[in-house]
């Protein structure tokens, strides 16, 4: 194929309630979207970095300049074959794991379009519904923090992960576990300990979580391993694992035993698929993480959690959890604990160009 245009958005949309996390609090949410057209159709994807450098060092930002001086240039006007195509002409090009999926997305959105089909079927994902979960941040109070989780447990949601930090962890957790002793729980720490200040999470083996997120630094795969043997609790990796690669050598050192699998974080679907299949085949379970995607996004991690291997529910919550109007249709609406995943051609949802309009703060195109 030949790309003959490639449109970037910067958009804004705003939280129907702020998201507080251990690096920080976001009421609207930033991202990018990419559109790339050829042969008379065009494709959509979403560059989950957002505004700052808080989850990791990319930003709307840094995604926006290295699309325009570097991605774009490398692919418009010439001809390469598909995903592993466009991956082959970034090669040259280091990091920006989020900026180099959004392009990819696109262009699984393209191919869905132009082969009629929908992306489930082309990552070989398979059924109807994926299971999710909900991602509750952190609130001031174990009161108001059980009273959140109760609003989502009432709207259906099987399986809650609560935001923590150091100071708190322990206390949170007990009286959420407390008024739902049978809810599947899980906490995230986005890196917020050292092995140092990890003694807290040692009393959380007390609660029964599926896991316990990222409690270290991204870069630390030594010392989650050491954290591991002193924890019954699973440990389920995130921000570390940036490749396939980084996740064999993650496992070998029994630094996790779950992945948390995003697509923008490890620099496509593609890579997404490779990490699942590589997990799979140690029997290993993954799930899927979320970035407060946009219905672009959640369209197309609701087709990547339907790959078998994602055994545990992911981040991947119903439209009217982040947004009250989205850019894209139809939105996602929560059934007994499950969403469904889009079976029209591409992501299978379809943008709204005056909703884009409406929170766009930037555009810009190239050919
Ligand atoms: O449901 O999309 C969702 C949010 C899930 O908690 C969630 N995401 O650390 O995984 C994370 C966190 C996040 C949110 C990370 C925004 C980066 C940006």
């Not at 129907?16 to 990419?34: A, D, H, K, M, N």
């Not at 809650?160 to 708190?168: A, F, S, T």
């Not at 599926?210 to 990796?237: G, V």
Request: hydrophobic residues 40%; contains cysteine.
């Amino acid at each position: 194929m030949r790309l003959e245009r490639v449109e970037l958005f910067r958009i804004s949309m705003p939280l129907v309630g702020t998201f507080r996390t251990s690096f920080g609090e976001v009421s609207q949410r930033q991202c990018l979207l990419i559109a790339v057209s050829s042969q008379g159709l065009t494709g959509w994807g979403e560059c989950v970095a957002d505004a700052w450098p808080g989850y990791s060092y990319e930003t709307a930002g840094t995604a926006w300049e290295i699309l325009e001086q570097h991605f774009v240039p490398a692919l418009l006007g010439q001809e390469f074959d598909g995903v592993g195509g466009l991956h082959q002409r970034l090669a040259r090009f280091r990091g920006h794991p989020m900026a180099r999926a959004g392009l990819e997305m696109a262009l699984w959105d393209w191919l869905g379009r132009s082969r009629g089909q929908s992306l489930q079927a082309l990552l070989g994902g398979r059924g109807e519904r994926v299971e999710v979960g909900v991602s509750v941040g952190i609130e001031p109070t174990p009161e108001a923090l059980v009273e959140r989780v109760g609003g989502y447990v009432d709207q259906g949601y099987r399986r809650v992960k609560l935001k923590i930090e150091p100071g708190l962890d322990v206390e949170p957790v007990r009286a959420v576990r407390g008024a739902f002793p049978d809810l599947r729980l899980q906490v995230d720490a986005n890196a917020a300990y050292t092995l140092a200040t990890a003694g807290p999470l040692e009393e959380l083996d007390a609660f029964d979580l599926l896991l316990i997120e990222q409690p270290l630094a991204e870069e630390d795969l030594l010392d989650h391993s050491r954290l591991q043997s002193r924890l019954s609790t699973p440990i389920c990796l995130d921000e570390s694992i940036g490749s396939a690669a980084a996740a064999q050598q993650a496992l070998a050192l029994d630094a996790c035993r779950v992945i948390n699998i995003k697509a923008g974080r490890v620099g496509g679907l593609a890579e997404a698929v490779a990490i699942h299949d590589l997990c799979r085949s140690q029997d290993v379970p993954v799930w899927c993480g979320g970035m407060l995607e946009t219905g672009l996004g959640r369209a197309a991690n609701l087709a990547l959690a339907s790959l078998p291997g994602f055994t545990l529910p992911g981040d991947i919550s119903a439209s009217d959890r982040y947004y009250a109007e989205d850019i894209a249709s139809p939105r996602f609406d929560l059934a007994d604990g499950c969403l469904t995943v889009p079976q029209s051609p591409g992501l299978g949802v379809e943008l709204d160009r005056s909703a884009l309009q409406r929170f766009c703060l930037e555009q810009l195109s190239l050919s």
